[in-house]
């Protein structure tokens, strides 16, 4: 029997209902079963252990009422409820201590149903935010117990803005944060905007976390992974064929396709694709198309959906001068995540 054509993500063209993009803020799938108890603290990292500690007890504390309060005491209560201490938790360290690891069992340990706790990368909240509007985003979760934003970034002065009013606004429904990065609240955006606003902004964001330094070896100074020899067109059409629930597209039919879909949409651009295989891998032409592909790459990470492409090797998609700009952080992530999922691609192939 002849295998169906393979799909195409270029075909596709997927309308998300606002209820879905809240409802898929939860944890990626390759964080399902993590829980405190799996994470293995360094025992020459004391910190390591010591935010164990202040992690679960902070779950712990979720476990009550709404900080917002409800119901009729709060119409008549003089004062309008805030909380005695900050209302989030700041994870600080390099790359390899576990942030992310803590962070989902931080979500798992909260004591709330999935629908009143949200996880998802800064990315993804500025993408909800987009597409739902920032009122409708306050009102969507304002009545959550928890917000968990992994990956916290400043790409640019508007983010910075729009998401400091949005956590300023949540806090004060009664939501509690917590966040990963690799800088401390005081200080994203140092030496990236020199605006004395946009760093007022970040100052006062800062106030709403507990900064809590996770120390371990920092892998960014290992440099970029090497990432795997592509194949041929041939190749990779073969395994796209061959290979049940794959994906076949030209790389640069791709970049101009995920101009036309709101990036808040390209997890459902990837429903049901088992893998991707792309061919005339390529540069990628300039920085909005690369931040594009960014997101697309997280996507497929968190759902460990392998990519097999001809053209260029992976770590040759940013030219000298984006991995020197201000947004490399996000170009080494994706070069890191699309290189992990090309070695897991090597199975598709034919012995």
């Not at 029997?1 to 409802?23: F, G, I, K, N, Q």
């Not at 605006?195 to 330094?213: T, V, W």
């Not at 100074?221 to 076949?248: I, K, M």
């Not at 594009?292 to 998609?317: H, M, N, Q, T, W």
């Amino acid at each position: 029997m002849t295998r169906p054509a393979p799909l195409s993500l270029c075909a596709r063209e997927p309308r998300v209902p606002a209820d879905r993009l809240v409802a898929e803020m939860v944890p990626p799938p390759r964080f399902d079963s993590v829980r405190f108890g799996t994470y293995v603290p360094d025992p020459n990292q004391p910190s390591q252990a010591e935010a164990v500690t202040v992690l679960g007890s902070f779950a712990a504390g979720l476990g009550g009422a709404h900080a917002g309060g409800s119901g009729r005491r709060r119409w008549f209560s003089r004062k309008p409820a805030a909380p005695a201490a900050p209302r989030g938790v700041y994870l600080d360290g390099g790359y390899g201590v576990g942030k992310t690891h803590l962070l989902a069992s931080l979500w798992h340990a909260t004591p709330a149903e999935p629908a009143l706790k949200s996880f998802g990368t800064f990315v993804e909240l500025t993408n909800l935010v987009g597409a739902l509007g920032f009122q409708q985003t306050v009102a969507t979760l304002s009545g959550h117990r928890l917000l968990c934003i992994d990956e916290f970034e400043l790409d640019d002065p508007g983010d910075t803005v729009l998401v400091s009013t949005l956590l300023g606004r949540l806090v004060e429904a009664g939501v509690a944060l917590a966040a990963t990065s690799n800088t401390l609240p005081g200080k994203l955006g140092e030496g990236r905007f020199a605006a004395a606003d946009f760093l007022r902004e970040i100052q006062g964001l800062s106030a709403h976390f507990r900064p809590l330094r996770i120390d371990g070896e920092d892998y960014r100074h290992r440099g970029l992974p090497e990432a795997p020899a592509p194949f041929s067109d041939e190749q990779v059409t073969r395994a796209a064929h061959a290979t049940e629930g794959a994906s076949l597209d030209g790389f640069p039919e791709l970049l101009d396709h995920l101009a036309r879909v709101h990036p808040s949409r390209y997890g459902a651009l990837t429903d049901g694709v088992r893998a991707v295989c792309l061919t005339d891998v390529r540069p990628v032409p300039d920085q909005s198309t690369a931040l594009r592909l960014v997101v697309l790459a997280d996507r497929l990470y968190d759902r460990e959906v392998p990519v097999l492409a001809s053209g260029l090797p992976f770590d040759r998609l940013f030219g000298e001068e984006m991995l020197k700009g201000g947004y490399r952080k996000k170009y080494y992530r994706a070069i890191s995540r699309l290189t992990a999922l090309a070695r897991d691609a090597k199975g598709l192939l034919a012995p």
